[in-house]
């Protein structure tokens, strides 16, 4: 049976040595407690959690899947208990305001528990998942009654939540949705309509499921500015138990994640409650939106940490064949996988997309902590930083994350294609990651689009400082003249790419959608290509000074130089791709697609 090993040794690392988040707590109103002693003992229990209760229900939620029946889900074997353990360890209250029952930690201490929870089965890490982005909304736009009837309870855990965007007719296009909601009287509303696609939108694993749901009201406006945000209850508080016309329609049937249930949902004039102005619902999802697209980069990180993991084990212990330079184990028949160059090739790319997609998710959940409680230039600063990396870290990451586990499939070979070693599973709930919350081209469109061009590149120049004061700083360090030389010369041309494709633009708009993926995929690696040069400091120092463990020092220096001389390259060709234009896209007839 595959297993789940939590990387504590590289998330201290990471949070620790590269990220300082000592002195990013100190430097926050509220987190004098976030000290590296109660991060490390926070982060063992979550260990635990993860690899001895949820890792093994795994394979058994793929294996059984949900089930409907009248209306009503069940999960699979097991999924319900370890929840009621998950609720009992406080860990839904983790980085949730005191006010409403939660234990106040920032949210940068939450991600560190749901990496290793979405890592060991991420299949079930989306029912608490969905409910901290409902808990965000909730927070940020819901009012005094509101919180305190529904934000103490999913806070606790007690009650899990869903968004509800999707209809059948409209995904990323939500102009078009259809949900209804009229006024009554005592100032609710009732809902009508279907959505689908909703994850963990029926189940048994908690007492309650709050819906925030996007519908229309009577007079709204067309379009994206007639949408409103609703909260709406499965069961209504003041009557527990009892039917709010809410109703799971059917179960999706998928290529993976079936340990989680994607429902269609029916409202029957069910009865909802009006969160934000009328008509900004909108504006107030986002708050969800951005949630889970920093949600659904993590799912990246995990398949790529699973898949390597598991990986690895294999190739260690696979023999197969000879090593090209002689007998590498001569008393065996043959010598293990991990000798041959193709195969190290595969475990490297993997080991360095963790690594590195770890280092950026910490950093966006360090900005996170900055946006909720800093203020002034420093807040302002953060929250454009973030817009700016939030498409970057969900597109980019999940893209290489697919690429992961599928090299984790191709390095066990036949046994790959088999259920019993996981692999497979590893690449079907992968598959998803890069249509959630956005696909890899809407995502690419927001960031070259609405986040630069828009903004005539100034996001782009705040990260480019960054890096070029980074670059600067390690200037007349002739050991890190390896990372430095090729960063400042990628920081300059991501610029340049930027203004020519931007010019373009002017001309012709299909030229920001023809260069947007590749431009998005030249910023992702350009983006771990800085976190990689900053480990690589860190790693270099330690390793002159004698401290620590060595031999991790070294292994994470001999990343960096792989992720530099292998996959960084990559950026070339992109290059050459995004600046090729519209014309080799647009210019065919659609009558001319034959077949």
Same mark, same amino acid.
């Given at each position: *049976? ?35 002693? #109660? ?36 999960t699979p074997e097991g999924f319900k208990e370890a929840y009621q353990q998950f609720v ?35 299949? %079930?890490? *989306?029912?608490?998942?969905?409910? =901290? ?35 059948? =007719? ?58 409103? &945000? ?22 999706? =049937? ?30 107030? #999802? ?16 995990? =398949? ?16 197969? *064949? ?29 080991? !360095? ?28 600063? !953060? ?25 984790? &499939? ?12 996981? @692999?497979?599973?590893? $690449? ?6 890069? &249509? ?51 960063? $400042? ?16 633009? *002017? ?13 998005? @995929? ?9 976190? %990689?040069?900053? #480990?690589?400091?860190? !790693? ?35 290059? $050459?791709? #995004? ?17």
């Amino acid at each position: *049976m595959p297993e789940y090993k939590a990387p504590l040794r590289d998330m201290s690392f990471v949070l620790n040595e590269v990220l300082q988040s000592e002195a990013h707590y100190s430097n926050l109103p509220g987190c004098e407690e976030a000290t590296p002693d #109660m991060l490390s003992a926070i982060m063992e229990e979550g260990a635990k959690f993860a690899e001895r209760v949820l890792s093994p229900l795994n394979q058994v939620g793929d294996q059984q899947g949900c089930t409907w029946n009248d209306g009503q889900v069940t999960t699979p074997e097991g999924f319900k208990e370890a929840y009621q353990q998950f609720v009992e360890g406080g860990w839904p209250s983790l980085s949730h305001e005191t006010e409403y029952g939660g234990q106040g930690l920032p949210e940068s201490v939450g991600i560190v528990i749901n990496e290793m929870v979405g890592t060991a089965n991420w299949s %079930w890490s *989306m029912y608490p998942g969905l409910s =901290h982005g409902a808990m965000n909304t909730l927070g940020a736009h819901g009012t005094e009654e509101q919180k305190e009837t529904y934000l103490t309870k999913l806070v606790s855990g007690e009650w899990t939540g869903t968004m509800c965007l999707t209809e059948p =007719h409209c995904g990323t296009d939500l102009g078009m949705l259809r949900t209804k909601a009229e006024p009554q009287a005592d100032g609710s509303y009732k809902i009508s309509g279907t959505k689908i696609f909703i994850s963990a939108g029926e189940h048994d694993m908690a007492d309650n499921i709050v819906h925030i749901v996007l519908a229309r009201l009577p007079d709204a406006p067309e379009g994206t500015k007639g949408i409103s &945000l609703f909260i709406v209850p499965k069961h209504l508080p003041e009557a527990p138990g009892a039917d709010n016309g809410v109703s799971c329609g059917s179960l999706e =049937h998928k290529m993976g994640i079936h340990g989680n249930a994607t429902c269609v949902m029916n409202f029957d004039n069910a009865t909802g409650y009006l969160i934000g102005p009328a008509n900004k619902g909108l504006n107030c #999802m986002f708050t969800f939106m951005n949630t889970a697209r920093l949600g659904t980069a993590l799912q990246g990180l995990a =398949h790529a940490e699973w898949g390597f993991q598991n990986s690895l084990e294999y190739a260690k212990e696979r023999l197969q *064949m000879r090593a090209l330079n002689g007998p590498a184990c001569p008393e065996k028949a043959a010598d293990p996988i991990i000798v041959h160059p193709e195969v190290r090739k595969m475990l490297l790319t993997q080991k !360095a997309f963790a690594e590195a997609g770890r280092a950026l998710i910490y950093y966006c959940a360090q900005l996170v902590d900055k946006v909720k409680l800093a203020e002034g230039e420093e807040q302002a600063q !953060a929250d454009a930083q973030l817009a700016f990396l939030t498409p970057i870290a969900k597109a980019f990451l999940t893209e290489v994350g697919f690429e992961s586990a599928n090299h984790g &499939l191709q390095i066990f070979g036949g046994h790959g294609f088999i259920a019993e070693w996981g @692999m497979e599973q590893n $690449v079907r709930d992968s598959r998803i990651s890069m &249509l959630y919350e956005g696909t890899t081209q809407i995502q690419a469109l927001d960031l070259l689009g609405r986040k630069v061009l828009m903004t005539q590149g100034e996001s782009l120049k705040g990260f480019t400082k960054i890096m070029h004061k980074f670059c600067q700083a390690e200037s007349d360090c002739t050991e890190m003249s390896e990372f430095i030389k090729p960063l $400042v010369e990628l920081n300059k041309e991501w610029g340049e790419l930027t203004m020519k494709i931007g010019m373009k633009a *002017m001309q012709n708009r299909d030229e920001v959608g023809a260069a947007s993926v590749d431009y998005l @995929m030249y910023s992702g690696y350009v983006v771990l290509g800085y976190f %990689w040069a900053r #480990m690589a400091k860190v !790693a270099q120092e330690k390793l002159a000074s004698g401290e620590g463990d060595q031999a991790f020092y070294q292994a994470k220096l001999t990343t960096a130089r792989f992720y530099f001389e292998r996959i960084l390259p990559r950026t070339r060709s992109l290059a $050459v791709t #995004m600046q090729s234009g519209s014309d080799n896209l647009m210019a065919m007839d659609q009558e001319d697609f034959i077949f």
